[in-house]
C-alpha cells in the first residue's frame, strides 16, 4: 500500500495517469482530507 500527497492546486487525473502507465494498479482510492482534520490542524498549535 502507497499513500501519495500532492498539492490541493495540482489535478489528481495526470498524476493518475501517469501512475497507470508506469505502475501496475491493483486498486485506488483518492480522498481529501476530512473537515474535521482541516480545523484541527488550523487550532493546533505548532511548536
Known amino acids: 500500500?502507497?499513500?501519495l500527497?500532492?498539492?490541493p492546486?495540482?489535478?489528481a487525473a495526470?498524476?493518475?495517469a501517469h501512475l497507470?502507465?508506469?505502475y501496475p494498479l491493483a486498486?485506488?482510492?483518492i480522498a481529501e482530507p476530512t473537515i474535521?482534520?482541516?480545523?484541527t490542524?488550523?487550532?493546533t498549535p505548532t511548536a
Open 41 to 43: 490542524q488550523l487550532y
Open 20 to 22: 497507470a502507465a508506469n
Open 9 to 11: 492546486t495540482t489535478s
Open 1 to 3: 500500500r502507497q499513500h
Open 5 to 7: 500527497t500532492f498539492p
Open 36 to 39: 474535521e482534520s482541516i480545523i
Open 14 to 16: 495526470p498524476l493518475v
Open 27 to 29: 486498486d485506488l482510492t
